[in-house]
């Protein structure tokens, strides 16, 4: 646990009859973090947010806000708040009164409340909107009123559950930057939940990757991407070829591995044996490809399918083992090579990983 830990999570377990939600969860959770808990539908996120706001009880393990525990503290007691999915906002109060009305069960002052509201109103961007009924708003503002109506309430840590579920792509967009700017601004640790990897990556200082209520991999978005531990990481973060090859040996920190008869360089890990079998991962963006000549050291292929989409193309790949990779690139960066052309398949070793191949334990509806 660092000097800076606000909330800490330690052998985390929850049950609800046979079925076991979370599984052993432990997590630490920086003052003034974005940290995302990311992952499919069902593998737990839900409930752990709802167990460190104190609405569900853990089976096992502890909650800690700030050092102390907080597994008995009824949820009024926390000083954590919950924005839902659906942010049912006062239907008969202006956005003024909606954002005050927290204040006012409190009973804070008037004026206290007035100066709070008008400072939240700038900090969420709404100022001038004081007087408008949730009716005369738009779903993003609407939003930015639930948000301002937890904040204004200074809690240590705001949980977000969907928060940008019931907007449309665009505004989704949109606000994932808006939210953002405002967590910095408030100078509040969020929790969010998405199953959306776009939206955690663009958003989040850390992503807590979950499946079937455990952590995968805690990390930074650009670790998660560039350095995935597991075949469901690379393959739930972006579009990503999970190519499955042997160790053959192991000189230094390089590693030579076979896929399919043809021997592949790549980085070594501290974890690798000879003869185990591993996933090599290489991004659809960062796989290469040109006509096969005589002296081709790469792995080979046949192209399968090449599709224009503008912008880009996706072009399908297939190995000597039946296995099919992606190539997506520019347009731009094209050479013309069409269907049923043998390939040679490069990338840049330093862009590629070796992972655990974890694919027989996961679902298989990753995304
Ligand atoms: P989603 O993204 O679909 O909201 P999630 O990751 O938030 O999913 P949870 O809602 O935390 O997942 O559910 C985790 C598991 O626990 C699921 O298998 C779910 O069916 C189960 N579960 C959740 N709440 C209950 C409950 N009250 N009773 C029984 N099982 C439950």
């Given amino acids: 646990m660092q000097d800076n830990t606000l909330l800490s999570l330690r052998g985390l ?16 959770v920086y003052r003034g973090e974005f940290l995302t808990l990311l992952g499919p539908s069902g593998c737990g996120k839900t ?14 393990g502890k909650v800690y806000l700030e050092g102390k525990d907080l597994t008995n503290v009824p949820p ?33 002052d008037k004026k206290t409340i007035k100066e709070k509201v008008h400072n939240m109103l700038k900090l969420v961007q709404l100022e001038g909107f004081e007087k408008r009924m949730p009716s005369q708003l738009s779903g993003g503002q ?30 989704r967009r949109q606000m ?7 967590q910095k601004r ?15 990556l663009n958003m989040s200082d850390r992503i807590a990757l979950m499946s079937k209520g455990k952590f995968v991999q805690i990390d930074t978005p650009y ?17 990503t070829n999970i190519i499955d090859s042997t160790v053959e040996g192991i000189n230094g920190d390089e590693v030579l591995l076979d896929i399919g008869g043809q021997q592949v360089q790549a980085r070594s890990r501290d974890w690798l044996v000879p003869g185990q079998k591993v996933c090599l991962c290489v991004r659809a963006e960062r796989l290469r490809y040109r006509k096969k000549d005589p002296g081709c050291k790469h792995l080979q292929g046949k192209i399968l399918l090449s599709q224009y ?37 490069f990338w840049d070793k330093d862009k590629a990983s070796i992972v655990m191949d974890d694919r027989g334990t996961q679902p298989d509806e990753t995304k």
């Avoid at 309430?153 to 907007?167: R, S």
């Avoid at 994932?176 to 405002?182: A, D, S, T, V």
């Avoid at 929790?191 to 990897?197: E, L, V």
Wanted: proline letters at 4%; a negative charge; one cysteine or more.
């Fill in 76 to 108: 009024e007691k926390r000083e954590v708040n919950t924005v839902f999915q659906n942010y049912a906002l006062f239907p008969h109060m202006n956005v003024e009164r909606n954002i005050g009305y927290g204040l006012r069960m409190r009973g804070i």
């Fill in 47 to 60: 409930t752990t947010l709802r167990i460190i706001a104190g609405l569900e009880s853990p089976t096992e």
């Fill in 309 to 345: 989409t503008g912008s880009d193309r996706t072009v399908v790949i297939e190995l000597a083992t039946g296995q099919k990779l992606i190539s997506r690139h520019t347009t731009e960066q094209e050479e013309k090579i069409q269907p049923g052309e043998n390939v040679c398949i």
């Fill in 223 to 239: 670790d998660l991407y560039e350095h995935p531990n597991t075949a469901f990481a690379a393959s739930f973060i972006g579009e």
């Fill in 176 to 182: 994932q930057f808006e939210l953002k700017g405002m």
């Fill in 13 to 28: 377990r929850k049950s609800y009859d046979t079925q076991e939600a979370l599984n052993g969860l432990d997590l630490d």
């Fill in 186 to 200: 408030l100078g509040i640790t969020f929790i969010y939940i998405t199953h959306d990897q776009e939206e955690a």
């Fill in 142 to 171: 609407r939003q930015r009123v639930a948000i301002a109506r937890s904040a204004v309430l200074e809690p240590k840590l705001l949980l977000l559950d969907e928060p940008l579920g019931a907007l449309d792509l665009q505004l």
